[in-house]
């Protein structure tokens, strides 16, 4: 047993098991099969600025003395969960089981891929094709890391019209993609009327036309 896990240890001891502070403490005992719940445990604390409640006068402090997490750490950890939350729910929903404990993407790659998703040259399959990486062939941060700097450079290297056509291109496929979605969810529920959901298929339509010309046009470049 390490020294930091046994100091966890020994402020566990007293508390309510079920207390918000127990189970903080415990989530970062736990800290390498459980950074998720760490996070948003963590994440909690710091929104609600519940450490002044237990004698810290700041987050940093309260990370650094009472768990042990250097504020570097806690930062990715309260980002990366927050990013989760906000972009990714539907991973957060499913649950991870203690199989599926040790498989499960690390808070450095989600970290990673938190800061490829506000990189604005890059388009939304960049995006998807790093998640891919991460969540389904479940790359480490390093691996992560470099295929992003290696996509950067690729971008970075196109030309001024292929760039504007690749990112037209993305867009109207991620439009699409929201406009299909939302003509099924409108069939399904009808909300509203018949007219407005034809001339969404119409634009579908339209969209879909405009994609095939621009592939065409891309491809004879």
Known sequence: MTKSVQNIEEKMKGLDRDSLRYHILMSAKNFKSSWIELGRS?????????Y????????????GKEIGIRKQTAMKLLKSYYFLEK??????KQGVSDSEAANMPSYESIDVLRLAKSKKNLDGDDYSNLKKEIFEKGKDAREVKKDLSAMIRQRQELGPEEAYQKKRLATARRFLGTLKALK??????????????????????????ERHDGFNQRSNC
Not at 52 to 63: I, N, P, R
Not at 184 to 209: G, H
Request: proline share 4%; no cysteine.
């Open 42 to 50: 963590l994440y909690s604390v710091w929104k609600d600025r519940l």
């Open 184 to 209: 099924q969810e409108l069939e399904i529920s009808k909300l509203l009327p018949a007219a407005i959901i034809k001339e969404a298929a119409s634009l579908i339509k339209k969209l879909e036309e």
């Open 87 to 92: 972009e990714e729910p539907q991973y957060l």
């Open 52 to 63: 002044k409640d237990w004698g810290y006068s700041t987050m940093d402090a309260y990370t």
